[in-house]
């Protein structure tokens, strides 16, 4: 009786017009679009008020100035520093909020935007990957030093204001003072991210039903399934890189926890998965969101596989090496 209804249901599904399917993946993508994107903004708000606070206080000048011989090492402002823990504690979009409120611009956004990409969000990723298999603090420290590698790298290969991003009110920050200038600045510039925030939520909701709903994220998989082996990836890990890319860590957990429970993935492949996407993920919508206040595509995303592939590889090397060393008998 069940399989009757069953089939049933796909019947009438295979019936459904295009512009029928594309309008319940609106409908269906909406409600969760809505719930994401409020939620963030409880995020985003309070943490960009809290750095607008540090700054008309002058903490952040004290915060900026003790971090400052660091990231100066990267080419970057002491208030890199800021925008780069906010990451590390948080999401890309508080990450933003930051950026915005501080007005930084050209190179040192393209720097801090790869950094924040590779170290984002770390607690609660860090603990989907534990529960795919993955030693948390290697994931946390994997990142982390990823991230300086990567800025290592980017400040030798960018030039001097070799890129321009501009936020919303950065032309204006160097000319106010007070409180309540400072705050109505800011309250502009919150404004237009949050509607920024739930647009491109609502946006990126829909498109991946629309991926799922005409089955592109499989066929992606099947296109990815070699050159993710190049990367030093199994063959099986290629729907869940999509996943991972296309949802994120923390929207494709489900999914990727679902695979190894059910044992479509083994937890040394998902281990090694962790190793690349804990570097190199949500390829589609985080990239998008930096894309959005100007910094290039490619600066983005590059750095990031490359570093991603080095990773894997050098994880399955020392595996070897392990391997080889117990192997061999002692003297």
């Known amino acids: 009786m069940e399989e009757n209804e069953n089939g049933d249901a796909m019947g009438q599904e295979g019936k459904l017009s295009i512009w029928q399917r594309l309008r319940l993946c609106f409908v269906h993508a909406l409600p969760s679009a809505v719930r994401t994107g409020l939620w963030l903004l409880l995020i985003t ?62 190179r040192t956004v393209t720097i801090l935007a790869v950094m924040c990409l590779i170290s984002h969000n770390i607690p609660v990723e860090c603990a989907v990957q534990r529960k795919a298999g993955s030693n948390p603090w290697r994931m946390v420290g994997l990142r982390l030093v990823t991230s300086f590698v990567a800025a290592l790298a980017l400040s030798a ?17 160097p000319a106010v003072s007070g409180f309540a200038a400072e705050f109505k600045l800011w309250v502009a510039d919150i404004s237009y991210l949050c509607v920024k925030i739930m647009v491109l ?4 909701m829909i498109l991946q039903r629309i991926l799922e709903e005409f089955g592109v994220t499989r066929f992606l998989s099947r296109i990815l399934k070699y050159p993710l082996m190049l ?5 099986e890990t290629a729907f869940l890189w999509t996943v991972a890319n296309t949802l994120g860590l923390a929207y494709g957990a489900g999914v990727i926890l679902d695979n190894v429970r059910r044992g479509l993935l083994s937890r040394a ?12 993920h949500s390829l589609l919508e985080d990239t998008c ?9 490619w600066w983005l995303t590059i750095p990031r596989i490359v570093l991603a592939g080095i990773a894997v590889w050098l994880k399955r090397l020392a595996e070897r090496i392990n391997a080889r060393r117990i192997a061999t008998p002692a003297g």
Do not use: Q, W
């Not at 969101?289 to 595509?297: C, E």
């Open 269 to 280: 492949h998902a281990n090694l998965l962790n190793y690349h996407i804990a570097i190199s």
């Open 201 to 204: 939520i609502t946006l990126l």
């Open 45 to 106: 708000v309070p943490v960009s008020f809290a750095v607008l606070l540090m700054k008309v206080t002058g903490l952040l000048d004290i915060v900026a100035h003790l971090c400052k011989p660091l990231f100066g090492l990267f080419g970057l402002p002491g208030e890199a520093a800021i925008v780069f823990v906010t990451s590390c504690l948080l999401s890309i979009y508080s990450c933003i909020a930051v950026i915005e409120t501080l007005g930084l611009t050209g």
């Open 231 to 235: 990367l030093g990836l199994p063959s």
């Open 157 to 173: 290969l960018i030039p001097a204001d070799a890129v321009r991003v501009a936020s919303p009110g950065a032309a204006a920050l």
């Open 289 to 297: 969101l930096f894309v959005a206040i100007g910094v290039s595509a």
